[in-house]
């Protein structure tokens, strides 16, 4: 396929970018700033920060393009609703590594079985959002309103733990993402099902794994 990569000079955006192209992908990078022309591409892939994806996402799409978008801290809603006029599809997903969809499968079952949970995320200090939407994800998974703590400091890249407590027991359940190429797994995923996808907005990876 033929890509525009929103981000690619980001840490995440450079690692996924060199797994994209060693699986055959042509990719254009595109930097934040620069005009959004993603004219003859297949879809496009936006990993920036929570100001520049809904610009570059309402630009791909008005220029006949689907997108794939791993950046969080936004709401997608009125894209999606573009998206869907135009009969592209959106597909957001708030983590793109298998191990924290699984982790989030796994706490929501384990939440049937205990009365209480609580989150802790831990992210690289040049994560903008808090909570995580990762964490928020689960905290909807999970129910029960359960609290989160964040964290943000150097040498962290993503990291997630749910914590469940009942009497005379702990579970713990943790996802630790130690190279951001492993987000390129999900990402992979997603443009090999893009087409598949409904008109308008899909969010979330697990909704794409069996």
């Known amino acids: ?10 840490k995440a955006g450079s690692a996924i970018v060199r797994r994209l192209e060693a699986a055959g992908h042509e ?9 959004p022309d993603v004219e003859g591409c297949d879809a496009a ?12 996402v309402r630009a791909a799409l008005e220029q006949g393009v689907s ?11 009125e894209l999606g609703a573009l998206a869907a006029e135009k009969g592209l599809r959106l597909f957001v ?24 949970a609580e989150i802790v995320e831990l992210h690289n200090e040049a994560k903008k959002d808090a909570p995580s939407g990762t964490a928020k994800t689960t905290a909807e998974l999970v129910g029960g309103d359960p609290a989160i703590h964040s964290v943000r400091l150097p040498g962290l890249v993503a990291h997630q733990e749910v914590i469940f407590g009942g009497e005379g027991q702990l579970l713990t359940i943790r996802h630790d993402t130690t190279g951001r190429e492993s987000f390129a797994d999900g990402v992979l995923l997603a443009l090999e099902k893009l087409g598949e996808l409904p008109p308008g907005l899909t969010i979330g990876l697990e909704t794409l794994i069996s």
């Open 45 to 56: 892939v936006d990993f920036t920060t929570p100001e520049a994806a809904p610009a570059n």
């Open 1 to 10: 396929m033929k890509l525009a990569f929103f981000g690619a000079e980001g």
């Open 93 to 116: 997903a708030p983590n793109f590594s298998i191990g924290a969809v699984l982790m989030m499968r796994f706490a929501q079952e384990a939440a049937v079985h205990f009365p209480r």
């Open 27 to 35: 990719v254009r990078g595109i930097e934040v700033g620069d005009e």
């Open 67 to 77: 997108c794939v978008v791993g950046t969080t801290g936004w709401e997608p809603g």
